[in-house]
C-alpha cells in the first residue's frame, strides 16, 4: 500500500491580540515569522532562514520576560516557531518543545483568544508526525509508523485518514489489538473512501484475536451494510459456516446462491450446512452442483464420497438393529448397500487424480474398499497412506 505525505496548505495569520501592550520580543518574532513563512510557502524555506532564526532568539527572549513569560500569546508564537524548525530540520527535540508550549498556550488562553494560533501550530506538528509515520511506513518498520500515525491522530482526533494509517500499521507490525482499536473509531464513518474494505478487514482481526463472537458480529455488519458486494456477503457466510453457525446463515446462503448461481464455494457451502443439520442426501446434491461447475474441486469431491459413505453407513446400522430379518434378506441388502457404497468411490478417485495426496480421499477409499471386503485395493491405498507419515 502507498501512502502520501501530509502537506500543511493553511497560511498563517496570526490574530494580534494583545501584541501591541506587550514587550517587543513579541511582535519581533511575529514579523520575523512571517517574513520566513511567507519563503517557506513559495517553495523558498531555504531562504527564510536568517527570519526564522530571528525569530526563534526573540521569542525564547519572550517566554522567559517577566512581562510575556505568562502569555497565551508568547507560547503559542514560540509553540509555532518551533513546530516549524522542528519539521524543517526533522528534529523530534524541537517538535517536543512546541507540542508542550502549545499545551501550555491551551491552558493560559482563558478567554480562547489565540485558538486560532494555537491550532496552526498544531496542524504543523501533525503534518510532521504524519509525515514521520509515512517515511517509517516506506522503510517498513510499521511499529515507528504506527506511533507516529498515532501521534497525529491524537492532535486531529476526527481524522480518519491518520486513524485508518495507524491501524493498518499495527497489523503490520501484528499488534491487532491497537489496529483493532483504530478500526473500531472507524466504524460509524461511512463517509469514509475506506470504510468498506474496514468493515470487511474487522472480522479478521476477531478471528485472529480468538473472539468468535465479534467476528461474526462485524461479518453480518458488514454484509448488511454492503450488500450488494459479494466478497463481504461470501465472507459473512464463510465465516458462519466455519464457525457453525448453519442453521442461521441458510437463509443468506440461499439468497446468494441465486445472485451467484455459478459460484462453485457456495454450493460446497450449502453441503456443509445442510450436511450439519443431518440433511444428507440435500447435502450430496449441493455437492454435486458445485462438481457440475468445477469437476475438479477437491473438497466437492471428497464431501460428496463421505456423505455417499455416510448414508451407507446409518442404512447399515438401521439394518443390524432389526432383529426380525431373515438372514437372506439381511445378506441382500448388505449386497444393495455395497452398489450404492461404490457410487463414493468416483469421487475419492477424482479427488485424489487432482491431489495424490489428499489424505481424507485416501482413508475414504480406503474405508470404501474395507467395506467392499477388496482386499487388494485396500493394501494398495494403506500403503499410499504409510507413506504420507
Known amino acids: 500500500m502507498n501512502i502520501k505525505k501530509g502537506i500543511l496548505f493553511a497560511a498563517i495569520f496570526f490574530s494580534a491580540g ?52 505568562e502569555s497565551a500569546e508568547a507560547w503559542a508564537y514560540y509553540g509555532t ?70 501521534e497525529a491522530s491524537l492532535i486531529v482526533p476526527g481524522d480518519t485518514t491518520t486513524t485508518y494509517y495507524a491501524g493498518i500499521a499495527a497489523l503490520q507490525s501484528n499488534d491487532y489489538q491497537k489496529g483493532l482499536e483504530k478500526y473500531l473509531a472507524l466504524v460509524d464513518r461511512k463517509d469514509y473512501s475506506e470504510h468498506k474494505k474496514i468493515l470487511k478487514d474487522l472480522p479478521n482481526i476477531y478471528l485472529t484475536l480468538q473472539d468468535t463472537t465479534n467476528a461474526l458480529k462485524y461479518a453480518g455488519i458488514a ?32 439468497a446468494q ?8 464455494t457456495l454450493y460446497f457451502y450449502l453441503g456443509i450446512a445442510e450436511a450439519s443439520q443431518n440433511n444428507e442426501q440435500a447435502a450430496l446434491e449441493a455437492y454435486k452442483k458445485a462438481l457440475e461447475i468445477d469437476p475438479d474441486y477437491t473438497d466437492a469431491n471428497v464431501n460428496a464420497g463421505v456423505v455417499i459413505m455416510n448414508l451407507v453407513r446409518e442404512d447399515l446400522q438401521k439394518l443390524n438393529s432389526d432383529r426380525n430379518i431373515t438372514n ?3 445378506n441382500a441388502k448388505v449386497a444393495e448397500f455395497k452398489e450404492r457404497a461404490k457410487g463414493a468411490e468416483k469421487y475419492f478417485l477424482n479427488a485424489i487424480k487432482v491431489n495424490p495426496n489428499e489424505e481424507s480421499a485416501l482413508r475414504g477409499l480406503k474405508s470404501l474398499y474395507d467395506f467392499l471386503q477388496a482386499e487388494e485395493k485396500s493394501k494398495e491405498i494403506q500403503a499410499k497412506l504409510d507413506a504420507l507419515n
Do not use: C
Not at 24 to 30: D, E, F
Not at 224 to 247: C, H, M, R, V, W
Not at 257 to 264: A, F, S, V, W, Y
Open 328 to 330: 437372506a434378506a439381511y
Open 257 to 264: 446462491i441465486e445472485k451467484e448461481p455459478t459460484n462453485k
Open 81 to 150: 516557531i518551533y513546530a516549524n524548525i522542528g519539521a524543517d530540520a526533522n528534529n523530534a527535540e524541537d517538535i517536543a518543545k512546541a507540542k508542550e508550549a502549545l499545551a501550555k498556550a491551551r491552558q493560559l488562553d482563558k478567554d480562547n483568544k489565540f485558538t486560532e494560533n494555537i491550532t496552526l501550530g498544531e496542524q504543523t506538528i501533525y503534518v510532521y508526525n504524519f509525515n514521520q509515520g509515512v517515511a517509517a511506513w516506506d522503510k517498513q518498520d510499521y511499529n515507528a509508523a504506527y506511533n507516529a500515525f498515532h
Open 223 to 254: 454484509a448488511k451494510e454492503y450488500p450488494e458486494d459479494s466478497e463481504i456477503a461470501n465472507q459473512n457466510i464463510n465465516f458462519n459456516i466455519a464457525l457453525g453457525n448453519t442453521a442461521g446463515i441458510m437463509n443468506d446462503l440461499k
Open 18 to 69: 494583545s501584541l501591541f501592550a506587550q514587550a517587543g520580543k513579541v511582535k519581533s518574532a511575529l514579523t520575523n515569522f512571517q517574513k520566513y513563512y511567507e519563503f517557506k510557502q513559495a517553495g523558498n524555506a531555504k531562504l527564510g532562514e536568517t527570519f526564522i532564526k530571528s525569530a526563534k532568539e526573540a521569542i525564547d527572549a519572550a517566554i522567559v520576560h517577566d512581562k510575556t513569560k
